[in-house]
């Protein structure tokens, strides 16, 4: 998928756990590690606005588009 998900480069950046994220943005752990391992086919823009709150990011920081070969 053309689309990069960077939320754990953010967690990291932030020193930041998925479980305090999940608590923070109001996602379960289940949909945040879809959304985490690039398995998720949508995000909702309140769900990345949350996420980009939570972080104090932009969602440039999340999504990556990564051209395919």
Same mark, same amino acid.
């Given at each position: 998928?053309?689309? &990069?998900?960077? %939320?754990? %480069?953010?967690?990291?950046? &932030?020193?930041?756990?998925?479980?305090?994220?999940? $608590? &923070? %943005?109001?996602?379960?752990?289940?949909?945040?590690?879809?959304?985490?391992?690039?398995?998720?086919?949508?995000? &909702?823009?309140?769900?990345? $606005?949350?996420?980009?709150?939570?972080?104090?990011?932009?969602?440039?920081?999340?999504? $990556?588009? %990564?051209?395919?070969?």
């Amino acid at each position: 998928m053309p689309i &990069r998900i960077n %939320v754990d %480069v953010m967690l990291a950046k &932030r020193k930041m756990s998925v479980t305090e994220l999940s $608590e &923070r %943005v109001g996602i379960t752990m289940a949909n945040l590690s879809i959304l985490k391992n690039g398995k998720a086919k949508a995000i &909702r823009f309140s769900t990345l $606005e949350a996420i980009c709150k939570a972080l104090d990011c932009q969602p440039g920081d999340i999504l $990556e588009y %990564v051209p395919e070969e």
